[in-house]
């Protein structure tokens, strides 16, 4: 039992470092991107949003919102069907 517990704080301990030492950002390829908003849904920390200007076809493209909050996680790259999206990932 004693181990079990040391575990999880060990492990607790771990998983905050590793949260706070990396972040994310990503960059749109806004011409290619058709506002479809499945980017926007699949963001874990609500980090993009669609732009109220819009591309040179008329769609309202997807952008940080909110970069700071940014994981690099890729979820917003993976959903995205025309791939639009590129992250990158900065250890701090
Ligand atoms: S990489 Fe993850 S946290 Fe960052 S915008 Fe994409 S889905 Fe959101
Ligand atoms: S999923 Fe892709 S095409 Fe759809 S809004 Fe996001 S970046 Fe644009």
Redesign the pocket.
């Known amino acids: 039992m004693i181990f079990r517990i040391i575990y999880l704080h060990l492990w607790a301990i771990l998983k905050k470092n590793i949260m706070a030492k990396i972040k ?3 960059v749109v390829n806004i011409e290619r991107c058709k506002g479809c908003n499945l ?1 926007v849904v ?7 949003s669609l732009n109220n200007e819009a591309n040179s076809k008329g769609y309202n493209y997807s952008y ?1 919102a909110f970069p700071d ?9 993976y959903v995205c069907p025309d791939a639009c ?1 590129t ?1 990158y990932k900065v250890k701090l």
């Open positions: 994310g950002a990503i980017c699949a963001c874990p920390s609500k980090v993009l940080m909050a940014c994981v690099g996680c890729s979820a917003c790259a999206i992250v």
